[in-house]
């Protein structure tokens, strides 16, 4: 029997020493259980992930083992890398998390399932996306760095969001062009984007250099109110709308990434 190890960052000890907010926790959790539900039903393979140990474990899977961790994870991490066949890192894109775990685990010398260095950087970044997406003739929301470049009248309010980070943390809506420039004056390395509602989703996607395969889509739980986005989970989608241009798109990033 193959060994896989799936490391969720937030939830697998990275931040032992710190407190998670429930929204980021909430977000972590779902794609860690979604990810060993998936693997759970490969045969023939175990599942290891590791566990902070300040949560109450919700996930009991068969061929699948929880390693709790209680102090400082890395060492109990590249043991069980090169215990196991596979490593599957999940982290956030924030302050280089993900991009310092991809890199841990090469050295590790394993068979890594995930995103390249070349990909992490550009992604992580979302106006280096952004800038990518424009290049390439992607359809994409105005993203600026600059807000003297910002025409406010084009829209009625804007989000201004961390470049660097993922999801919904830490954004904030403004329909007030001095409030947003004392925000961006005393914040740096934020974006922003005007407030475009519609459908939100996501896809799961596995590529080997030029070819790729969707694996799902995901219908994401967003909720607006008068200062924030919030994200509260996904739910799975085989198919969506406009699937044959997504993939176009896809396939678009996917060679420009590898």
Known sequence: MRKIFICEYVTGGGYINKKISKKLFIQANIILKSLLNDFNKISNLKIIYTWDYRYKRTINLKNTQCVFIKKNPWKIWSSLIKKSDFFFPIAPESDGK??????????QKNNLIGSDIVAIKTASSKYKTYKMFQKYSIPTIPTF???KKINCKNYNKW??????????????IFSNKNKMLNFINLNKNYVIQP???????????ISDKSKFKILNFNKQKIFFNKKKITFNGTKFLKKIA?????KKYIDIIVS???
Request: charged share 30%.
């Open 195 to 205: 407030l475009i509602k519609g459908e939100s989703y996501s896809a799961n996607i």
């Open 256 to 258: 420009k990434l590898s």
């Open 242 to 246: 406009y699937e044959k241009k997504i």
């Open 98 to 107: 993900l991009l310092k775990f991809v890199k841990f685990g090469n050295s």
């Open 145 to 147: 760095k600059n807000i």
């Open 159 to 172: 989000v201004i969001k961390p470049d660097d980070w993922a999801g919904c943390e830490k954004n904030h």
